[in-house]
């Protein structure tokens, strides 16, 4: 079974400074990882993914998040946080031998950036 | 154009009708999802199917089933309302039966169905 766990609720930094926003994963094979945001009363919009390749992956809107096998994490981050960034994050799951490409969410994180 | 749009975007019923939300999805994707996000914002699958096959999470009552006329469309039927099938339905779509990894997976949502049985 795949499981996520997002270990933060809420995420508070001002605005400018870099954020970090962690997540853990358990997979039983290769681990496909995605991060999605929600805006209030909007569905989820997919940000950015790492399915092999380079452990640094660069998404939309500056984020980048870091794949690290050993420590099963993908922290999701930015160098420079904006107002705007303020949304509830999902990090996602799903190994590589899943039927149905069916994602296992974390339960969130809020991120509020404060001016 | 919206990629994936659902109707009705609420829903309020009272306990035992049977209801159904709408989904479409105008990207070519070839499989299409259904999630729900409780009170406490957690998101849980529910369905994913595509032409060949029909996934379940083995939690979900059988009270709820996904119907697909086509390609682009999966409806959500739901049967005899209770009170804590209150929440916001999503649907998604993907493409994923096709060669290699690059450019595959990622869902693409649809704005939600906050539905509320009363």
């Known amino acids: 079974a795949q499981s996520v766990a997002q270990p933060e609720d809420q995420v508070n930094v001002a605005e400018g400074n870099p954020l970090t926003v962690k997540c853990t994963y358990s997979v039983s094979g290769n681990p496909y990882l995605f991060w999605y945001v929600q805006y209030p009363n909007r569905g989820l919009q997919f940000l950015l993914k790492?399915?092999?390749?380079?452990?640094l992956v660069k998404g939309s809107y500056g984020f980048e998040a870091e794949f690290n096998k050993s420590q099963t994490s993908f922290h999701l981050k930015k160098p420079s946080a904006l107002v705007s960034d303020s949304a509830l994050y999902f990090c996602a799951v799903r190994d590589g031998t899943n039927a149905g490409n069916m994602l296992t969410f974390g339960g969130g994180t809020r991120l509020m950036v404060k001016p | 154009d919206t990629a994936v749009s659902q109707t009705p975007k609420y829903l309020v019923t009272q306990m035992g009708n049977d209801k159904s939300i709408k989904c479409e999805q105008n990207?070519?994707?070839?499989?299409m999802y259904w999630y729900k996000q409780d009170s406490k914002k957690f998101l849980k699958i529910m369905f994913s199917y595509n032409n060949k096959e029909l996934i379940i999470n083995e939690t979900v009552p059988n009270r709820f089933s996904p119907k697909s006329p086509d390609k682009a469309h999966l409806n959500l039927h739901i049967n005899s309302l209770e009170l804590g099938d209150s929440a916001v339905y999503f649907c998604?779509?993907?493409?994923?039966?096709?060669?290699?990894?690059?450019?595959?997976?990622?869902?693409?949502f649809g704005p939600g169905t906050r539905l509320t049985v009363t």
């Open positions: 998604a779509s993907s493409q994923v039966f096709s060669y290699g990894t690059s450019g595959l997976h990622e869902q693409y």
């Open positions: 990207l070519g994707h070839d499989t």
């Open positions: 790492y399915i092999t390749g380079d452990n």
